[in-house]
């Protein structure tokens, strides 16, 4: 069991009338192959469940497992704590909502798409016209209403195709990567207003995407698949800030992992010692002292300038090093540090040129206590 | 040359008097063929639809078998329709040997294989991701099913086409299960056989002109509703 599946608040019993979705012991194989396996997942009524991993970790098998377009192997999905099965394939299907990377447009116009899904449960004919049309206005396509489906734009096709599934008043929302195929600009507009449309509705979403920033702007909660094994799901400051594993900690984009072992604890002041170059850093947790720990350290929590000059950093851990590789993203600048081990920095453009950081530099680093996560390892 | 040019001057005085027996041999080619492209759909759509999308052992068979069937040569066919249709064959109580049926028959044998490999055709064409969609939209089997034929109807009509063009230009079964009898069962295919072989080449110019012509007409209806359909 991994015990990191517990965090979050879906594991507290008295809740449990509030989870809308929940996995267990899920398993998909295909050709002997596990390809997807989650012990456990629970989705509470209301949230936003963005679930990240890169491509072809299992994410849309994921979501078609839990739209029920594919026959698990293994393990047993509730929906408000009853077994799927309960409940037929197409009676389960017309209470949720699916919207996939392509917008998969039907021949017809953008109204026809927004009113087919309304069709297949056979609204009256009036009930089906009045939401479609207030769906494509509240996507802001009202205009776009006779305008033939393969006529329009990226954007505007999957505009058609989220007023079609919010249509629908689905209990469960199941995006794939909904806006994985869009350009940035259309993406951030049509993030926002999905954003906006899924918190006047309050409709239980599960979204998948490979995007971090993505997952961060609209998920309340995230849930981290990797190589078809969920990791770890939890909040994000709880997945960002103390990854379960050194698989989720370098997803996440904690680049500094190295090994260690808890030299002294002094009351959850931790004294860690790096196997690689013996050095002692402090870190703040519980682990009694032997343990064997993967030190993380995020980026941008480490601070650099020149050795030699005076810095009023309160910072407890101080390392000297040589700058291996310099690479500049942005507004930022990535400096890879030879420490040692190898350690990274973010810093800006602007200091990074003020103290005139170059390749071979002999630099020293800082980094609060605080700033460390500890991974303990078996 | 003169033979040629005499042979149109006298086929188009035959149109244009409106001979009775031409007429009669026109309507029962279309009617012959338009039922046995009919009978086609009605099976080749469901088969078709099956073995597009259906996971079932022997599968890959049953397509190599359609797909074979799409290449029939229509002499075969005629053959063995004939002599299951035959006084002393297997169905010959029915008494449909030489009679309208009987071309039908034969050419649904060979329409069908057309109609359903098209289908399949036409249907593996679509996004497989559809189905997903469809079904992830609360559509019931039937319902997704319906759709995927809407979405695929412009290849599907030409399929339709296909099929139609595979009969109403087939002679081989059509004489040999019909008989090229005059007044009951010769169509325009054996008609143009009969005339030409007798050295009548006035009537099978005639004859010739109608069968484009009805495969344009009908073909052109086709086509005009297919493109209609791109515009939606």
Redesign the interface.
């Known amino acids: 069991m991994n015990q990191a599946l517990g965090a979050g608040a879906s594991d507290v019993p008295f809740r449990q009338s509030n989870t809308i979705l929940e996995v267990r012991g899920l398993k998909v194989q295909r050709g002997g192959r596990t390809v997807l396996e989650v012990e456990h997942l629970a989705v509470e009524q209301g949230e936003v469940l963005a679930v990240i991993g890169p491509n072809g970790a299992g994410k849309s098998t994921l979501l078609l497992a839990l739209a029920r377009l594919l026959r698990p192997s293994l393990g047993q999905i509730f929906f408000h704590n009853r077994p799927l099965e309960a409940l037929s394939d197409l009676a389960y299907r017309r209470r949720i909502g699916l919207v996939l990377q392509e917008p998969l447009l039907l021949s017809g116009s953008a109204f026809t798409n927004v009113a087919a899904g309304l069709r297949f449960r056979r609204l009256p004919r009036a009930e089906a016209r009045r939401r479609a049309e207030q769906w494509l206005a509240r996507l802001g396509i009202r205009h776009l209403r006779d305008r033939p489906a393969r006529l329009l734009s990226g954007g505007e096709a999957q505009r058609v195709s989220l007023a079609r599934a919010f249509a629908l008043q689905p209990e469960l929302l199941l995006l794939d990567e909904p806006f994985g195929a869009l350009d940035p600009p259309t993406r951030n507009r049509l993030q926002i207003d999905f954003q906006t449309l899924r918190a006047a509705t309050g409709v239980t979403t599960v979204f998948v995407t490979h995007d971090l920033d993505e997952a961060l702007l609209l998920g309340d909660r995230v849930a981290i698949l990797l190589e078809g094994r969920l990791r770890q799901a939890g909040s994000p400051q709880q997945v960002f800030n103390a990854p379960a594993d050194g698989g989720v900690a370098a997803f996440v984009g904690v680049e500094t992992v190295v090994a260690g072992r808890v030299a002294a604890n002094m009351e959850g002041r931790l004294l860690v010692e790096i196997t690689p170059g013996g050095q002692q850093l402090e870190a703040v947790g519980e682990l009694e002292v032997g343990r064997q720990v993967l030190f993380c350290l995020r980026p941008e929590d480490v601070t650099l300038w020149p050795q030699g000059k005076a810095h009023p950093s309160s910072a407890r851990n101080r390392l000297a090093g040589r700058i291996v590789r310099l690479a500049p993203q942005g507004l930022l600048v990535r400096v890879e540090v030879d420490s040692g081990f190898p350690l990274t920095a973010l810093v800006t453009r602007a200091s990074a040129e003020e103290m005139g950081l170059a390749e071979g530099m002999l630099v020293a680093a800082a980094f609060k206590a605080s700033a460390a996560h500890l991974i303990p390892r078996a | 040359m003169h033979l040629i040019l005499e042979g149109i001057r006298q086929a188009v005085l035959l149109l244009l008097r409106g001979d009775r027996e031409v007429w009669q041999i026109t309507l029962l080619s279309l009617q012959v063929s338009g039922a046995a492209t009919g009978i086609s759909l009605l099976l080749g759509l469901p088969l078709g639809t099956w073995l597009a999308f259906g996971r079932f052992p022997g599968r890959a068979f049953l397509l190599s078998l359609v797909n074979t069937g799409m290449a029939l040569p229509p002499v075969v066919v005629g053959l063995w329709v004939a002599i299951v249709l035959w006084r002393s064959g297997p169905l010959g109580d029915l008494g449909l040997i030489y009679t309208p049926a009987a071309i039908v028959i034969a050419q649904t044998v060979i329409a069908a294989p057309v109609v359903t490999g098209l289908t399949v055709a036409a249907l593996q064409a679509l ?1 497989p ?2 189905q ?2 469809l ?6 089997r039937l ?1 997704m099913v319906l ?1 995927l034929w ?2 695929a109807r412009l290849p599907l009509l030409a399929a339709l086409m296909a099929g139609f063009g595979s009969v109403i230009s087939e002679v081989g079964a059509s004489m040999m299960v019909g008989g090229n009898i005059r007044g009951q069962t010769r169509v325009l295919t054996t008609a143009i056989v009969l005339e030409t072989g007798k050295g009548n080449f006035a009537p099978a110019i005639a004859l010739g002109l109608l069968l484009l012509a009805l495969a344009y007409l009908v073909n052109l209806a086709l086509t005009w509703f297919q493109q209609r359909g791109t ?2």
């Open positions: 996004d991701r559809l997903h969609q079904l992830g939209l609360g559509a019931s319902q759709a809407r979405e515009r939606r």
